[in-house]
């Protein structure tokens, strides 16, 4: 916590202190002693103001912090002690002097703490008590002289104490403040970098499912053209033509991430059509995929079937909703065709009064879940980006599988308002399977 010194305002009320001193010290010189001579009167005052504005100018303490050490000896202890002396003097030889003891002690106070401080109020008070007891002893022998010297020492303490303890308040109140400031910045910083994460998250999520889904069609698809050329050129041509067909596709999911960053096979369609068009391009290019990539097996070209069936009454979909499950769909038949060496899968999409269900069965050779993917395996990301989809909606993914016994992946997204969706909290679902 960096220091806290006086304000602007106790400030100027040292100044209104300085001119308090200057005009009481004008009255002491214009009222001297009757057995004094003027000169010496005016020596003293000018001995008085000299050594009190040496003071002001040399020891700064309303820039110190307020809650440093005070009443040191030196230098703050010996000006204030050679004050005292310089006014005991002016005292004897000006009747008028004895108004310069009230200033005196605020001064005190301010500069040798709540401490040293009273006590140096107090040799004041003797002193002043004692000058105008001695004054009026001929005429006066009550205790008045020496009543008002006491009652000007504890408006000074308590003025002071008070003060100061305002100053502090404030302080305190201010360093608050400034906690609060940087709190409120920390939070605003951990949020900013929650909203990155999670964009990066989702971008990813979208890349993964089309444009990295997408090269791998063109990929398998040129690799199928190139084995072709010169043994089948018809055959090749077509691949070609589904490879450009799929660049085309994977151009305009480009352009949408920049448009609105909604699923192009959800363009003017209802969810039901949009899977069927999955399914189809998913038929396509299985055809360019011989031999799958991570087992022995080979796949015969075409022999891919992918069904799509609904159950319930179908019907409108939050569009989150619609392009989470696309999107899921996308990504695992995309696993169906580079993994599981399949001939059949379904996608069957139920319509509950409450949620929305979404199966991706194949018949191909299964994995085991617990079984650690190889390092140097690509991807990893597929299951992780549909687990993902689905809890940020407030559902659940699981899967079925084993080998030699194909793959099951549920999905139960439940069905809520345009306006609930996206702000559903997610679930904490354990990931007990690998991602393929």
């Not at 309303?62 to 204030?80: M, N, S, T, Y």
């Not at 303490?157 to 404030?170: F, H, K, Q």
């Not at 559903?424 to 679902?429: E, K, L």
Request: aromatic letters at 4%.
């Amino acid at each position: 916590m960096r220091a806290q010194t006086l304000p602007a305002v106790t400030r100027r009320l040292l100044v209104g202190l300085d001119v308090l001193v200057a005009g009481l010290l004008t009255v002491a010189v214009l009222r001297p002693a009757d057995s004094a001579r003027p000169w010496a009167t005016l020596l003293a005052a000018a001995a008085f103001a000299a050594l009190y504005a040496t003071g002001r100018a040399t020891i700064r303490v309303h820039e110190a912090p307020l809650d440093a050490g005070r009443g040191r000896w030196w230098p703050a202890g010996a000006w204030i002690a050679a004050l005292i002396v310089v006014w005991t003097i002016l005292l004897q030889v000006s009747d008028g002097a004895l108004w310069l003891a009230f200033p005196l002690m605020l001064l005190q106070m301010h500069v040798l703490g709540p401490r040293a401080g009273v006590l140096a109020v107090v040799v004041t008070t003797l002193v002043a008590a004692v000058d105008g007891m001695l004054q009026r002893a001929p005429t006066d022998t009550s205790i008045a002289p020496a009543l008002g010297p006491a009652v000007g020492a504890a408006v000074a303490v308590a003025v002071t104490l008070g003060l100061e303890a305002l100053v502090r308040e404030s302080q305190e109140r201010q360093r608050m403040l400034e906690e609060l400031a940087r709190a409120r910045d920390d939070v605003a910083a951990a949020e900013r970098e929650t909203a990155v994460a999670t964009e990066r998250e989702r971008l990813a999520r979208e890349i993964h499912d089309t444009l990295a889904q997408g090269y791998s069609a063109i990929e398998l698809l040129l690799r199928a053209a190139a084995r072709d050329v010169g043994h089948d050129d018809a055959r090749a041509h077509a691949y070609i033509d589904q490879a450009r067909s799929t660049a085309q596709e994977n151009l305009a999911e480009a352009r949408r991430f920049v448009r609105a960053l909604a699923p192009t096979d959800l363009d003017g369609a209802t969810l039901v059509a949009a899977l069927h068009r999955i399914a189809d391009r998913t038929q396509a290019a299985a055809v360019a995929a011989p031999v799958a990539d991570d087992g022995p097996g080979d796949t015969a070209p075409g022999s891919l079937v992918v069904r799509v069936q609904t159950s319930g009454e179908p019907r409108a979909l939050p569009l989150q909703v619609e392009a989470a499950l696309v999107r899921i769909a996308q990504s695992a038949l995309a696993n169906v065709v580079q993994h599981a060496a399949a001939r059949n899968a379904t996608l069957s999409l139920t319509f509950l009064s409450d949620e929305v269900i979404l199966d991706v069965v194949d018949d191909g050779r299964g994995f085991d879940p617990d079984r650690q993917p190889p390092p140097d395996r690509p991807g990893g990301f597929g299951l992780t980006a549909m687990r993902s989809r689905a809890r940020e909606l407030g559902g659940s993914l699981t899967i079925e599988t084993s080998p030699g016994d194909g793959t099951v992946v549920a999905v139960r997204i439940p069905d809520h308002d345009e306006d609930e969706t996206g702000q559903v909290p997610p679930t904490s679902a354990p990931q007990h399977q690998e991602d393929r």
